[in-house]
């Protein structure tokens, strides 16, 4: 049996972090993804998603209440920041700083599966 993805009722990392990465993820470069209008320039070279670059991060892309039931409107758009978050036990392994961000928003640490990870 495989275990509902729990990121679909999350959305704390979202909401709790800086999304930076390499200007060139945007759709401004060649072959770049992010959508650049929901970007903001931090360094010469890098940019965060919108709204994360404040004292309460809340990534413009996040849809939904965090907590509850929440998506990425760019998901598969997403930066390689997201792409390589790992939620706690996606591989087999717990994630602290997913367990941190689950709890800024009161939420419990996702528990170790009893069968196979979720998809």
Not at 57 to 67: D, R, S, T, Y
Not at 90 to 104: I, L, S, V
């Amino acid at each position: 049996m495989v275990e509902p993805n729990p990121c679909m009722t999350c959305g704390a990392c979202c909401a709790s972090f800086r999304v930076s990465f390499y200007w060139g993820e945007t759709d401004a470069a060649s072959g770049g993804l992010v959508p650049a209008h929901l970007t903001e320039a931090i360094a010469p070279h890098r940019v965060a998603m919108l709204g994360t670059n404040q004292a309460k991060p809340h990534c413009i892309a996040l849809q939904g209440v965090v907590g509850e039931c929440v998506s990425c409107t760019i998901y598969a758009l997403r930066s390689s920041t997201c792409r390589e978050f790992s939620a706690s036990w996606e591989h087999g392994e717990p994630n602290p700083t997913c367990d941190r961000a689950r709890a800024n928003y009161g939420l419990p640490p996702i528990p170790e599966p009893l069968t196979q990870p979720f998809v």
